[in-house]
């Protein structure tokens, strides 16, 4: 079953920074439980798709569709609590890490849902962090304490999709193997599918079924099943 | 009411040696700003002489549609003059300024002279005219302020709103808070002059009308008016300038469009 399709995706300016645009077009099937690994020289627009994929980057081309229904004007908040993008980098705000879990909550396509105190903290214990840490400022975080903090906001909203970008960059071996965990919990929980981009060959090699190639000009290869 | 001591042609020439004290200390300590000293005080003498006959004519003739032109003229001038002012600008910036100039110090103005002055006739240059510079001379320095403070804060916190929009917040729920700021540091101004009123400062137009012989009293209504008038405006001209740059350089797709932003 296709979970995620994206058709004929360009970016022509990327809206952040330097960001290298997507010339496209770029054609992409994520079925349900698929594990894709997003590879390539940097600068050559991995990010930029993810962020397409998210519908964060403003398309001068293309449409996706999620569970086979387009993703209108509109529906772009809910859609992107379906299909959730992790930056590689989350801002180090002047707020308690708490309350930048909670605040997953509080936007109006939240819906019912609540933000769970116990599950955030049992989330955080199984990624290696003390309880004691959620009441510290996001500023104080170290980088691998943010990169956690930001897996457990990201599993909190209980995406359909995760984008993940470089999740583990600034993770010890231990820690990134308790994120590897939570992550392949998240996966066995019913339609799921993850879209990785990582430097590291091995965590590809473990997370990942498939791959797809940029080449330095940024065109996308085809699917490749990894072995 | 008691006559002003009019000035002559030789006490401008002696007031004009107190810029030489700027002058002296530009050299003194190599401040490198002398030219742009004497430009600025050339420049002063030329644009507030034009300016002073263009305001006897137009006193003298009273025609409603000289008003209007000047009215207009002085409009576009500061909204021009709102945006000249930045150093990162997006397409349709112009019209931004224009705007949001125009509207408050529009509305704001007429407000005091039709419904708190009630000037006979409507256009009558003699209050209107003054009443539109000051209103425009700080609106603009509001509306700057706040696009300043929007185009740079979007582009600073682009993680901290991104990270609202990743977890399904509107573009609204996500740059409200910007929003915010914009619109607090473009009123920020006219508050701090409004709290020193009296105290640290006494208001240009206030010590005009003092000067001119009007009893403290009097001036100082006109001064309360003012400064609300200008409070008004320049909130006004904030939330406009902020609500426009916003759907400027957020789709309607919930994206930011950060690369509208260009360099001016």
Known sequence: MTLLLARGLRVEAASAEVRPPL??????????????????????????????????????????????????EGQEPAYRRRVHYLAQQSARLALSAEAWLEQAFIPRSAGGCRFERDRALSLCERLGLERALVGRSLAELSGG?????????????EPWVLLLDEPTSALDDAARERFE???????????????????????????????????????????EVLS | MKQVIPLSPWDLTVAAGLLLTSAAISVALQL??????????????????????????VFALERWWIVVAVFLSMVINAGIAAVQRLDVRYPGIWSTGLTAVSISAVLTTFAVTEAVIGVEPWYAPR???????????????????????????????????????TVGATSWE?????????????IIPILNSMSVA?????????????????????????????????????????VLAAMLSFRRLVTRRHQLALHRIRSA
Request: aromatic fraction near 4%; proline fraction near 4%; charge should be positive.
């Open chain 1, 23 to 72: 010339p496209g077009p770029v054609d992409l099937r994520l079925a349900a439980g698929q594990r894709l690994a997003l590879e390539g020289p940097s600068g050559s627009g991995k990010t930029t798709l993810l962020r397409a994929l998210s519908l964060l980057e403003p398309l001068g081309h293309g449409e996706i569709e999620l569970c086979g229904e387009p993703v209108r």
């Open chain 1, 145 to 157: 304490e943010l990169q956690r903090v930001a897996l457990v906001r990201a599993l909190l909203v």
């Open chain 1, 181 to 223: 965990h939570c992550l392949g919990d998240w996966l066995e929980q019913g339609q799921r599918a993850l879209v990785l981009v990582s430097h590291d060959p091995a965590q590809r090699q473990r997370l990942c079924d498939h791959r797809r190639v940029f080449s330095a000009d940024g065109t996308l290869g085809a699917t």
């Open chain 2, 32 to 57: 490198g700003i002398g030219k742009r000293l004497v430009i600025a005080g050339v420049r002063t003498v030329v644009q507030l002489l034009l300016i002073g006959l263009v305001l006897q004519f």
């Open chain 2, 127 to 165: 209050y209107l005219i003054p009443l539109l510079g000051m209103v425009l001379g700080n609106s603009l320095t509001g509306i700057s302020l706040a696009l300043d403070r929007m185009i740079g804060d979007l582009r600073t916190r682009r993680q901290e709103i991104e990270a609202w929009l």
């Open chain 2, 174 to 186: 996500a740059v409200r808070p910007i929003v915010a700021d914009a619109v607090r540091t473009g």
């Open chain 2, 198 to 238: 009296g105290i640290v400062a006494l208001p240009g137009m206030m010590t005009g009308q003092i000067l001119a012989g009007a009893a403290p009293v009097d001036a100082v209504k006109y001064q309360i008016v003012v400064m609300f008038m200008i409070a008004g405006a320049s909130s006004l001209g904030a």
